[in-house]
Every structure is written in C-alpha cells, then in structure tokens.
C-alpha cells in the first residue's frame, strides 16, 4: 500500500472512531517511525477527574524495536536529561558563588581602603584657549575660533603686548603677554609664538613653510576704513609689519605641574631671556635713577606709575 493512501486509511478511520487510529499522530515512514498519542495516567487514576482532563503525551516509536527497546530508548535520552540538566545547576550555583566572594572582597577592600578626597585644580583663565609657556617664560595665547579671537583681542590684548598673525587661512589672533613692560619681547619668544601661530593654520596640511609677523598694540584696530566691514575674529593693522624668519612645522606638547614652595629656589632662572646682561640693566637703572624725577602730561611719577601696573593687571 503507498503511504499516502496508508495515512488517507487512518485519517478515515479516525473520523470513524476507531481507537487505534485515534491513537496514532502522526507517521514518519521514511524514517521507520511513527508517533504516538499516549494518556499520562498512572495506576489508580482511571477515576480522577482531572487525570482524565491531562493532554496525552507524543511519543516517537522505532518500528524496528520492541516495546521494551522503544522503553529502554526513551528511558536512556531522560537520563541523559537530567544529567546535564544537574551540571548546569552546579555549574550556574558555582558561577554565583564565585561572584558572590569576589564582590565580598573588593567591597572589603573598598571599605578597608583610606578615601582620600580628590582636589580639583582649578583652571587658569587663559587654559580655554590655545597657550603655551615661550623658552624665556612668557605667556601666549591664541584662540580656537573667530570668537575666541575677538575676546582675546578686546579683553586680554594690553598696551606692552605683542600681536602674532599670518597671512594664511585659518591663522589664529596670537597675542603675547609681555609681564616685564620695561623690556620688548625677546626675538626667541617672537619666533616661538609666530611658529605656533602657522602651525595651527591651513600651512599644517598643505606642508607650506612661510612666515608670520608681528606688531604692537597700537597697531591693531577694530575700525575698518570707511564703507568695508570686519566680520568678527577680524582687525585691521596699519603700519609696519614686522615679518619673522621662516621656520618649519614642528609642534610639541609638554605637561603642566606645580611644584613645592621648598623646590621653587632650585628653578630660579631656568627661564630667563636668553642674550640678555644684568649688568646692562643695573647701569641702565642708576642712569634713571640720577635722573631728576619729572611728571608726564602734568602728572607725577606716581600717577605714571600706577597706571603702568594698572596696564600690567588688566585682563589677569
């Protein structure tokens, strides 16, 4: 009989009601195989209600085994089961307790460990914009956008400053902070400042060497001439441009840190202008000094004084 006419048999006689074949699932013939439809009653519960109400079980059959074969089969694939269901317990229970014991012991650790309040530094005004220390301890900064700019020019730029540029896109305004307004910026600071100020322009990638310049504060302007505009971050030089040597594109970065007043005395110095003579600056203040003392403009010495310091701290 072919299969096909054999299962068409049973669905009819499982319409007709016939036990057995109400018995059977389904077949799998290729296979040697047929599945079962089997009530899950045990011993004494033909007369419980809800034991009768109990789904009946699939079970897969091998025709080519007994009864007791098929038994033995399934009785074997549940050990099976269990037995792997038993090491994945352990193994889940051993995971949980090896976590458990390392969380025990750093939180004994943490606990056993001196908490030390960390003190934060608190931020220099000109650490928002791009800064580096020259070889002979001045301060320079440049800004990072057109605003930036505009906020260095109008707010930090004082009289005994310099201003760094380049005729390059993307040039940033460089100013640098002169602390010692009796003396011009060194020529060393000057380069240090107008090679910063290409690097950081449209010069780094396109590998160009040229050059900046630099000028004073009476120089730079925010006034445009009559009928043009200065978008911001822009302004306007007059006079002479004081243009630098050429240099190469080279960068570095260093680290910041502050040291102890003990070791502040074994520092002394290591910045200092190079080329420059004390000797030169003594006799320069003795000849001021035997100078008579004479007012500016209908001022005293004092008023010019204090209004050369109040130069000096704008913007600090």
């Known amino acids: 009989?072919?299969?096909?006419?054999?299962?068409?048999?049973?669905r009819e006689e499982r319409r007709a009601g016939n036990p057995v074949a109400g018995g059977i699932h389904s077949l799998q013939l290729d296979q040697n195989k047929i599945t079962l439809l089997l009530s899950n009653l045990l011993d004494g519960e033909e007369e419980d209600e809800a034991a009768l109400t109990r789904p009946?079980?699939?079970?897969?059959?091998?025709?080519?085994?007994?009864?007791?074969?098929?038994?033995a089969a399934h009785h074997a694939a549940r050990k099976r089961q269990m037995a792997k269901q038993e090491k994945t317990l352990a193994a889940h229970t051993e995971a949980l307790k090896a976590a458990e014991k390392k969380a025990a012991l750093q939180l004994a650790n943490l606990?056993?460990?001196?908490?030390?309040?960390?003190?934060?530094?608190?931020a220099a005004w000109f650490e928002r914009f791009h800064w580096f220390i020259s070889s002979e301890n001045y301060l320079v900064i440049s800004g990072r956008d057109a605003q930036?700019?505009?906020?260095?020019?109008?707010?930090?730029?004082?009289?005994?400053?310099?201003?760094?540029?380049a005729e390059l896109h993307g040039a940033s305004s460089t100013i640098i902070r002169n602390h010692d307004p009796s003396r011009p910026v060194p020529p060393l600071t000057l380069?240090?400042?107008?090679?910063?100020?290409?690097?950081?322009?449209?010069?780094?990638?396109?590998?160009?060497?040229?050059?900046?310049w630099w000028?004073?504060?009476?120089?730079?302007?925010?006034?445009?001439?009559?009928?043009?505009?200065l978008p911001t971050g822009s302004f306007m030089v007059r006079g002479k441009k004081n243009?630098?040597?050429?240099?190469?594109?080279?960068?570095?970065?260093?680290?910041?840190?502050?040291?102890?007043?003990?070791?502040?005395?074994?520092?002394?110095?290591?910045?200092?202008?190079?080329g420059y003579d004390e000797d030169d600056e003594e006799e320069q203040q003795q000849q001021q000094q035997q100078q008579p003392p004479q007012g500016v403009g209908g001022r005293g010495p004092?008023?010019?004084?204090?209004?050369?310091?109040?130069?000096?701290?704008?913007?600090d």
């Open 1 to 10: 009989m072919d299969w096909r006419e054999l299962e068409a048999l049973i």
């Open 56 to 71: 009946a079980t699939k079970v897969q059959v091998d025709l080519a085994l007994s009864a007791y074969s098929n038994a």
């Open 111 to 122: 606990r056993n460990s001196a908490t030390t309040a960390q003190v934060v530094r608190k």
């Open 148 to 165: 930036q700019n505009e906020l260095i020019v109008k707010r930090y730029f004082r009289k005994e400053d310099v201003y760094v540029h």
């Open 191 to 212: 380069q240090q400042a107008g090679c910063a100020c290409v690097c950081r322009s449209r010069a780094w990638d396109s590998k160009v060497v040229t050059s900046a």
């Open 215 to 229: 000028v004073h504060h009476h120089q730079v302007s925010k006034t445009a001439p009559t009928g043009e505009y």
């Open 243 to 274: 243009f630098l040597p050429p240099q190469g594109l080279v960068m570095g970065f260093g680290f910041m840190f502050k040291l102890e007043e003990s070791c502040i005395g074994h520092h002394a110095g290591e910045r200092a202008v190079r």
């Open 302 to 315: 004092s008023e010019a004084a204090s209004e050369a310091s109040a130069a000096a701290e704008d913007g």
